[in-house]
């Protein structure tokens, strides 16, 4: 029987969407078999949803919820990881860096799209 697929914790954890710091310390020092993720995913224990949901979250996730690019993450100055609660606050806020951020973000995508038309066109 072939031995099962396995990746390191920082992989897994990454995979899940999630900060592998937060994350149980069984979690952090085993090692993640290909269906131990499945698993996870398929059913999240209290734990991951309670990461998922609350936080902290990962830069990409933040990001996200904020409506950015990581770019434009950096370029605002603020921490890379933060909770749902912080994002939250931020959004009530929409200072004019998230503004701007987000008027670019959406410039970049329509630019994409354009691209995206032009070279469908031309095939």
Known sequence: MP???????????????VLLAETPAE???GVVSRDELNALQAEPP?????????GPHTRQETARRLGISNSGLTRSGIGEHLTTDEIKAVLDEMPDWLVAERDILAQVRAEEA????RDAERA
């Open 3 to 17: 031995k099962p697929q396995t990746m390191k914790p920082q992989t897994a954890a990454k995979k899940l969407g």
């Open 27 to 29: 979690f952090q020092e």
């Open 46 to 54: 209290e734990w991951l949803a309670n990461l998922r949901r609350n």
């Open 114 to 117: 354009r691209v995206k038309a």
